[in-house]
Protein backbone atom coordinates (compact mmCIF):
# COMPACT_ATOMS: atom_id res chain seq x y z
CA UNK A 1 0.00 0.00 0.00
CA UNK A 2 0.96 3.54 -1.00
CA UNK A 3 1.36 5.60 2.29
CA UNK A 4 2.47 9.04 2.69
CA UNK A 5 4.66 10.08 5.62
CA UNK A 6 5.29 13.41 7.10
CA UNK A 7 8.65 14.06 8.39
CA UNK A 8 11.48 16.34 8.45
CA UNK A 9 15.09 17.41 6.80
CA UNK A 10 16.46 16.11 9.42
CA UNK A 11 14.06 12.84 10.23
CA UNK A 12 14.95 12.40 6.65
CA UNK A 13 18.94 12.59 7.58
CA UNK A 14 18.36 9.98 10.45
CA UNK A 15 16.39 7.43 8.02
CA UNK A 16 19.62 7.66 6.17
CA UNK A 17 21.78 7.08 8.37
CA UNK A 18 19.80 4.30 10.62
CA UNK A 19 17.57 3.15 7.47
CA UNK A 20 14.65 3.31 9.35
CA UNK A 21 12.24 5.53 11.83
CA UNK A 22 9.01 5.33 13.37
CA UNK A 23 6.89 7.93 12.34
CA UNK A 24 5.33 10.18 14.73
CA UNK A 25 2.12 9.56 16.41
CA UNK A 26 2.74 5.95 14.14
CA UNK A 27 0.76 8.30 11.62
CA UNK A 28 0.63 8.22 7.77
CA UNK A 29 -1.73 8.99 5.16
CA UNK A 30 -3.13 6.82 2.37
CA UNK A 31 -6.11 6.08 -0.20
CA UNK A 32 -8.17 4.57 2.34
CA UNK A 33 -11.80 3.38 1.58
CA UNK A 34 -13.00 6.72 4.01
CA UNK A 35 -10.80 8.64 1.52
CA UNK A 36 -12.76 7.47 -1.36
CA UNK A 37 -16.30 7.44 0.21
CA UNK A 38 -15.46 11.87 1.24
CA UNK A 39 -13.59 12.46 -2.52
CA UNK A 40 -15.95 10.03 -4.31
CA UNK A 41 -15.38 11.65 -7.73
CA UNK A 42 -11.37 11.85 -7.72
CA UNK A 43 -9.30 9.16 -9.80
CA UNK A 44 -6.42 7.49 -8.33
CA UNK A 45 -4.12 10.00 -8.85
CA UNK A 46 -6.59 12.61 -7.28
CA UNK A 47 -7.00 10.66 -4.30
CA UNK A 48 -2.87 9.93 -4.18
CA UNK A 49 -2.52 13.63 -4.22
CA UNK A 50 -4.86 14.54 -1.30
CA UNK A 51 -3.70 11.77 0.67
CA UNK A 52 -0.22 13.59 -0.13
CA UNK A 53 -1.71 17.14 0.72
CA UNK A 54 -3.13 15.66 4.15
CA UNK A 55 0.63 14.78 5.27
CA UNK A 56 2.22 17.79 4.02
CA UNK A 57 -0.25 19.35 6.39
CA UNK A 58 1.15 16.82 8.95
CA UNK A 59 3.94 18.12 8.66
CA UNK A 60 3.94 21.55 9.39
CA UNK A 61 2.92 20.63 12.58
CA UNK A 62 6.43 18.42 12.70
CA UNK A 63 8.11 21.32 12.02
CA UNK A 64 6.54 23.15 14.83
CA UNK A 65 7.82 20.65 17.05
CA UNK A 66 11.00 20.80 15.78
CA UNK A 67 12.24 24.51 15.78
CA UNK A 68 15.72 23.87 14.40
CA UNK A 69 14.53 22.16 11.62
CA UNK A 70 14.31 24.07 8.29
CA UNK A 71 11.20 25.35 7.78
CA UNK A 72 10.41 22.37 4.19
CA UNK A 73 7.25 20.44 4.19
CA UNK A 74 8.50 16.39 3.19
CA UNK A 75 6.19 14.12 2.83
CA UNK A 76 8.16 10.34 2.23
CA UNK A 77 5.96 8.56 -0.26
CA UNK A 78 6.06 4.59 0.81
CA UNK A 79 5.33 1.08 -0.07
CA UNK A 80 4.33 -0.76 2.84
CA UNK A 81 3.04 -4.09 3.49
CA UNK A 82 -0.93 -4.29 4.31
CA UNK A 83 -0.75 -5.76 7.54
CA UNK A 84 1.69 -2.83 8.76
CA UNK A 85 -1.22 -0.55 8.21
CA UNK A 86 -4.49 0.24 9.81
CA UNK A 87 -7.06 1.80 7.87
CA UNK A 88 -8.20 3.79 10.98
CA UNK A 89 -9.21 7.49 9.87
CA UNK A 90 -7.55 9.80 12.71
CA UNK A 91 -10.38 12.39 14.25
CA UNK A 92 -12.08 13.55 10.84
CA UNK A 93 -9.44 12.92 8.64
CA UNK A 94 -10.24 10.32 6.24
CA UNK A 95 -7.15 9.77 4.80
CA UNK A 96 -5.04 9.16 8.27
CA UNK A 97 -3.94 5.29 8.70
CA UNK A 98 -1.77 4.07 11.21
CA UNK A 99 1.43 2.41 10.99
CA UNK A 100 2.76 -0.45 13.46
CA UNK A 101 6.40 -0.50 13.16
CA UNK A 102 9.11 1.33 11.48
CA UNK A 103 9.74 2.74 8.18
CA UNK A 104 12.14 1.18 6.43
CA UNK A 105 14.30 3.06 4.10
CA UNK A 106 13.97 0.21 1.44
CA UNK A 107 10.51 0.87 1.71
CA UNK A 108 10.53 4.78 0.41
CA UNK A 109 9.58 5.40 -2.98
CA UNK A 110 10.19 9.21 -3.44
CA UNK A 111 10.36 12.12 -1.41
CA UNK A 112 8.33 15.56 -1.79
CA UNK A 113 9.78 18.49 -0.05
CA UNK A 114 9.72 22.29 -0.52
CA UNK A 115 11.66 24.08 -2.74
CA UNK A 116 13.56 26.75 -0.15
CA UNK A 117 11.55 29.35 -1.16
CA UNK A 118 9.03 28.34 0.27
CA UNK A 119 10.54 28.43 3.59
CA UNK A 120 9.08 32.32 4.49
CA UNK A 121 5.29 30.99 4.41
CA UNK A 122 6.22 27.61 5.75
CA UNK A 123 7.85 29.61 8.65
CA UNK A 124 4.45 31.35 8.93
CA UNK A 125 2.16 29.08 8.60
CA UNK A 126 3.94 27.00 11.72
CA UNK A 127 3.96 29.78 13.69
CA UNK A 128 0.11 30.41 13.19
CA UNK A 129 -0.60 26.90 13.15
CA UNK A 130 -2.18 26.94 16.80
CA UNK A 131 -4.19 30.22 16.11
CA UNK A 132 -5.79 28.51 12.94
CA UNK A 133 -6.58 25.14 14.47
CA UNK A 134 -8.51 27.68 17.22
CA UNK A 135 -10.28 29.49 14.03
CA UNK A 136 -8.48 32.43 13.58
CA UNK A 137 -9.18 33.53 9.87
CA UNK A 138 -6.05 35.03 9.50
CA UNK A 139 -3.97 32.46 10.64
CA UNK A 140 -5.80 29.77 8.40
CA UNK A 141 -4.62 31.95 5.74
CA UNK A 142 -1.11 31.72 6.52
CA UNK A 143 -1.67 27.87 6.74
CA UNK A 144 -3.17 28.11 3.25
CA UNK A 145 -0.39 30.36 1.98
CA UNK A 146 1.87 27.25 2.90
CA UNK A 147 -0.39 24.59 1.48
CA UNK A 148 -0.45 26.78 -1.69
CA UNK A 149 3.44 25.35 -2.50
CA UNK A 150 3.53 22.79 -4.43
CA UNK A 151 5.98 20.00 -3.45
CA UNK A 152 8.87 19.27 -5.41
CA UNK A 153 9.30 15.32 -6.17
CA UNK A 154 12.79 13.44 -5.03
CA UNK A 155 14.31 10.46 -6.56
CA UNK A 156 15.20 8.44 -3.10
CA UNK A 157 18.89 8.89 -3.79
CA UNK A 158 18.38 12.40 -4.14
CA UNK A 159 17.44 12.50 -0.37
CA UNK A 160 20.77 12.72 0.72
CA UNK A 161 21.69 15.97 -0.95
CA UNK A 162 18.29 17.40 0.99
CA UNK A 163 18.99 16.49 4.28
CA UNK A 164 23.15 16.28 4.02
CA UNK A 165 23.16 19.81 5.00
CA UNK A 166 19.19 20.61 6.08
CA UNK A 167 18.95 21.91 2.40
Known amino acids: MRV ?7 TVAGLLRVGEFLPPAARGYAVTPALREWYASGDIEELEYVAMTHAARQALRLLAADPAAPRRRVVLAAEISDGQVTGTAAGDDPAAVAITGPLLLRDVVSGHVDDVGAGPDVGAAVAALAAADAGDEDARFAVDEAEGHELLWYA ?7 SGDGG
Open 4 to 10: YVPATLP
Open 156 to 162: TQELAQL
